[in-house]
């Protein structure tokens, strides 16, 4: 009967599931190329059940990030920071006397920094990502003045010149100085220091625009840059750890300076002298801001907010009360104002004079003076968990490529990965997982039968496209590596890079044969000229050589962009060649004679970032940065249409070898396709196909989708019993038997309690006393007598009797919040490990430590111990996981590869294998007795919270902020059902016997899930 049972609710089960059937027409495999249309048409036609195409509204902001004065000290503009996947921003600008709100300004992208104009009428603001745009607001109405496109990477540093002309973006991600003249919207130069970190950026009385870094290898040193000179003028020697901020004076004669040692030391530019060190701070400072003539100092950590006299060098006292801090600090040029943002993002505005506050910049907005504020909950709450597990960043299409038998189109993406995809429909048939870094460029092979991809992490990979094998990977490049091309015979493959070369390299032993010298910048583009020993390669020096391949002398350098090439394109008869460049034109030269014969420009100087011939040769593409592809007539350089595409920039266009589509992808992680007016179109392409799992080995394509069910479906399906905390939900776990549940209640910023639960009845046992912040750590001790708890409050490891709920002991050590907590398997030990980067090894008869496990960077999120109790497992905000050998004391490995930090590592219960989930969104399996890495769980749309195997090793469910659960084949790596919650999923555990899973979260409820019912469904669902 129950068997009967059992399969009813199945076949019930099955109605609840969606399908999702995908067209698997064929293409011939050499197509033969028709008359070329002459028009095109978008046939992304919305499909609004699809769930790969519904657009999540923006996140509305929580709080304020950062905040600028304007030039005279008479406003301040706060920026606001957003949490969730798609997060937009806001700037709003307050009048410091009043402290009345004027000018607002939205943003529906995150924003990382600002810049004000000295006239005070206008703000600059940095890009977030690669290819993305500088807006200028017009402060006075709080619109778009408008839009300079920006560098190739996240900018970090936004710097006016003292004119106003010019604007300067310094980005960190890229190690990039550029310059723009700001009235001609014309981009002047872009400058590379040898820095791993750009801190600082101003110009001098002379004119002169220096930079301070942090060098590539001493981390605890300093030096100033020439930017325009190109040559380090000082380097500067004194803090003793890593250096985490500084700033310029007005006149940039002096550089104010703090880190992780908690001294702040300020230098002479002219003499290199280091002329204070001020010391006060009980750790290291994490934010620094100094007024124009360098007399007053604010600096803050996550516990301190202190202000300083820099002519006298000295402490002029603590801002706040005891505990308080910021995240964030800004002193106004004058030294009259300074704004202190704390992590729950309230922005103070204070008076240094009086050293009082003088209100409070609400969001509402409406600023409260500091009389009301002083009627509010205390003024500096207690910090927050870090921002380590940020969203990860959008999968951005850095490069794309159609196969010449017309079967397949491959995607670069941001996030590292290749994504092949069937050509006829879209589906995904293959992911490449092969970078740690950005997959900058993608092509096919003449033969269609090989890829090759560059990344940022400098190395080359070609792949096998039928079977997915691994062929070569080619390493020589010292920098990013930008652009690949096989050469017509497909034996050779040419490479350029960041590092001012270009490659060629014999792919019958996957070695380099020649280096081609002459760029004195980076090398952002390379092709073939079909039947020519030559090869053209186009520059961030504003040049296209053409090479001489017998010889690898230049044949010719074509001048007259006025900014990098950025792309090349030639003609398929080989007598023309395209070059697009961020000047905002395309040039046409012909190569008879090496000669430009016609000059196109972008509307309104809007840039080309890449370009495609038809295979006729008739056609031109060009991807604009504003979202559009062009196309020209290459005979007299005349537009003929514009087809309207994403909302951000295009950064890859090609034409199918049929001529009858356009396929181009986008920052906005867009694949956008155009079919010839007049021809049939089978699919429609926009936003992300289904999910696949990513692997270094083949994987069978397969159309079908896993189930998925909305939270009120799943309970229903899967007997889901439900535990109303009411409370978020940080962290959980079972006892040996499955009877009860420990619940660590409350949030980062949300208070919580620590709970236990009768499974069996469903009802609360005991309640702890409510903590100020949540509880990310808990544990039961093997003999069930002691909980073990940490929380986001303080740094104490508290016990508890299981009993009784009484608090019995408290264990002290670490010097950050314990965000982990473990029971060795016998329970003579416990290890915990905390936001200070360390894990500490405890005597639990005694309490008394016994080791110090040092070696991750970041904070340490999780930890867990293997089974016979002698090594522990870590996982880090510094991307990586570690098993430690708890004899030694030492590492055993690492597991790298994640883009993002560790939120959680986990053993199989047989130890034959590691998972990691990342706020990266993915997570990662790893062989347990090597660290090999074998396969990536890709379809979470946001970062990863949680995971676990389940205890027959059948099944890895992870819970994510994009609020589902997904159920994962750790074999294969292929989702198998995905559970919609009602809020962001932060903790998941199965009882030790696999009957039961435990989830919870934001919703404030604990969901009991039938394991064998999941599996019985989950485990027979098609596979990708």
Request: glycine share 8%; charged share 20%.
């Amino acid at each position: 009967m129950n068997s009967l049972i059992r399969v009813c609710r199945f076949f019930s089960l099955l109605l609840l599931l969606p399908s999702l059937a995908w067209g698997m027409d064929q293409i011939p495999s050499n197509p033969p190329v028709p008359m070329e249309p002459v028009e095109f048409i978008d046939v992304a036609r919305p499909r609004p059940n699809d769930p790969a195409n519904r657009r999540v509204a923006p996140a509305i902001p929580t709080g304020w990030g950062f905040a600028l004065f304007s030039p005279d000290s008479q406003s301040v503009a706060t920026v606001s920071v957003a949490d969730g996947a798609e997060s937009k921003g806001e700037v709003l600008v307050w009048n410091v006397a009043d402290l009345k709100p004027g000018s607002r300004f939205e943003s529906p992208h995150r924003i990382a920094v600002v810049g004000i104009s000295p006239e005070g009428k206008r703000i600059a603001i940095g890009p977030q990502g690669p290819q993305s745009g500088l807006p200028i607001i017009d402060l006075t109405t709080g619109q778009m003045a408008q839009t300079l496109p920006g560098p190739v990477a996240r900018t970090n540093l936004v710097v006016w010149s003292p004119d106003g002309k010019q604007l300067v973006l310094g980005s960190s991600t890229d190690k990039t100085i550029r310059v723009w003249n700001v009235a001609e919207k014309k981009f002047i130069k872009a400058y590379e220091p040898d820095a791993a970190r750009l801190l600082a950026i101003g110009f001098a009385k002379s004119g002169s625009l220096l930079a301070a870094g942090v060098p590539a290898k001493d981390r605890e040193g300093l030096v100033i840059f020439d930017v325009v000179a190109g040559q380090v003028l000082k380097t500067l020697k004194g803090h003793k750890e890593l250096i985490e901020t500084a700033t310029f004076s007005g006149d940039a004669s002096r550089l104010a300076s703090a880190g992780w040692d908690a001294s702040i030391r300020v230098w002479d530019i002219e003499t290199s002298k280091e002329t204070a060190v001020m010391k006060g701070h009980k750790k290291g400072i994490r934010s620094l801001s100094m007024s124009t003539n360098g007399n007053r100092l604010i600096s803050s950590n996550e516990r301190e907010l202190k202000l300083w006299n820099g002519e006298k060098q000295e402490l002029l006292g603590d801002l706040g009360d005891e505990n308080a801090g910021a995240k964030f600090v800004a002193m106004s040029p004058d030294g009259a104002w300074a704004v202190s943002i704390a992590r729950d993002g309230t922005a103070r505005l204070w008076d240094v004079e009086k050293k009082q506050i003088k209100g409070i910049l609400d969001r509402d907005p409406v600023a409260m003076t500091a009389a009301q504020a002083a009627t509010t909950s205390p003024a500096v709450a207690d910090p927050a968990s870090p921002a380590a597990g940020e969203a990860p960043e959008p999968e951005a299409i850095q490069s794309l490529a159609y196969s010449r038998d017309g079967k397949w189109i491959a995607l670069a993406r941001e996030d590292g990965r290749i994504s092949i995809r069937h050509a006829a429909n879209g589906k995904v048939a293959r992911e490449l997982d092969g970078f740690l870094d950005v997959a900058s460029c993608v092509t096919f092979s003449q033969d269609s039968q090989r890829i090759a991809a560059g990344s940022f992490d400098k190395t080359i990979r070609v792949w096998n496209v039928t079977t997915g094998d691994l062929l070569a990977e080619l390493k020589g490049h010292t920098n990013w590596v930008f652009a690949v091309a096989f050469s017509p015979d497909g034996l050779t493959l040419a490479s350029g890079g960041y590092d001012k070369t270009v490659k060629l390299w014999n792919l019958a032993d996957a070695k380099e044969t020649t280096t081609l010298l002459g760029h004195t910048a980076g090398v952002r583009s390379v092709a073939f000229a079909a039947g020519r020993e030559q090869l053209i390669s186009g520059s961030a020096d504003r040049t296209a050589i053409v090479w001489n391949l017998a010889d690898g002398e230049p044949l010719a350098k074509l001048k007259g962009h006025t900014a990098a090439v950025r792309a090349i394109a030639i003609s398929p008869d080989g007598a023309t060649v395209a070059t697009a460049s961020e000047d905002a034109t395309i040039k046409l030269w012909q190569t008879a004679d090496w000669t430009e014969r016609i000059s196109i420009a972008g509307p309104e100087g809007v840039m080309f970032w890449c370009l495609a011939f038809s295979p006729a040769g008739r056609t031109l593409a060009a991807g604009a940065f504003d979202g559009t592809v062009k196309l020209y007539d290459p005979s007299d350089g005349r537009e003929r249409q514009s087809l309207r595409g994403p909302t951000e920039a295009i950064t890859a266009v090609a034409f199918a070898p049929d001529t009858h589509e356009i396929v181009a992808g986008s920052v906005d992680k867009s694949l956008r396709r155009w079919k010839a007016a007049g021809v049939a179109t089978s699919v429609a392409v926009t936003g992300t196909a289904p999910a696949a799992a990513s692997t270094e080995r083949p994987v069978s394509p397969n159309p079908d989708k896993p189930a998925e069910l909305n939270a009120a479906e799943a309970i229903t399906a899967f007997q889901g019993r439900t535990l109303q905390i009411e409370e978020p939900i940080s962290s959980l776990t079972f006892n040996q038997e499955g009877t009860r549940l420990v619940v660590g209640g409350g949030a980062y910023r949300a208070a919580g309690s620590l709970q236990l639960w009768n499974v069996t009845d469903l009802q609360v046992i005991w309640k702890s006393r409510t903590f100020r912040f949540g509880i990310p750590a808990v544990a039961i001790s093997p003999d069930e007598k002691q909980i073990a708890m940490g929380t986001f409050a303080d740094h104490f490891l508290r016990l508890f009797a299981v009993d009784t709920g009484e608090q019995s002991k408290e264990v002290r050590g670490h010097r950050g919040k314990i965000h982990a907590m473990a029971w060795s398997p016998d329970g003579k030990r416990f290890a915990t490990a905390s936001l200070d980067r360390e894990i500490k090894l405890w005597d639990a008869a005694t309490y008394k430590e016994i080791k110090t496990l040092v070696g991750h960077t970041d904070f340490v999120f999780s930890i867990a111990f293997s089974s016979d109790g002698k090594r522990l497992l870590s996982g880090s905000a510094d991307r990586t996981a570690r098993l430690w050998d708890l004899n030694s004391g030492l590492e055993v490995f690492q597991l790298t590869g994640h883009q993002g930090g560790i939120q959680q590592a986990v053993f199989a219960k047989d130890e034959s294998l590691i998972a990691c989930a990342s706020s990266d969104g993915t997570a990662r399996i790893y062989e347990g007795s090597t660290g090999h890495f074998l396969l990536t769980l890709r379809g979470h749309l946001n970062k990863l919270e949680c995971i676990a195997f389940s205890p027959n090793g059948q099944l890895i469910v992870t819970g994510s902020s994009d609020k589902t659960l997904r159920f994962w084949n750790p074999a294969s790596g292929t989702e198998l059902l995905k559970l919609t919650q009602m809020g962001i999923v932060r903790a998941v555990g199965f009882t030790p016997d696999g009957k039961y899973l435990a989830s919870g979260g934001d919703d404030k409820t604990v969901k009991l899930w039938d394991v064998p019912l999941i599996e019985s469904i989950a485990l027979i669902t098609p596979v990708h």
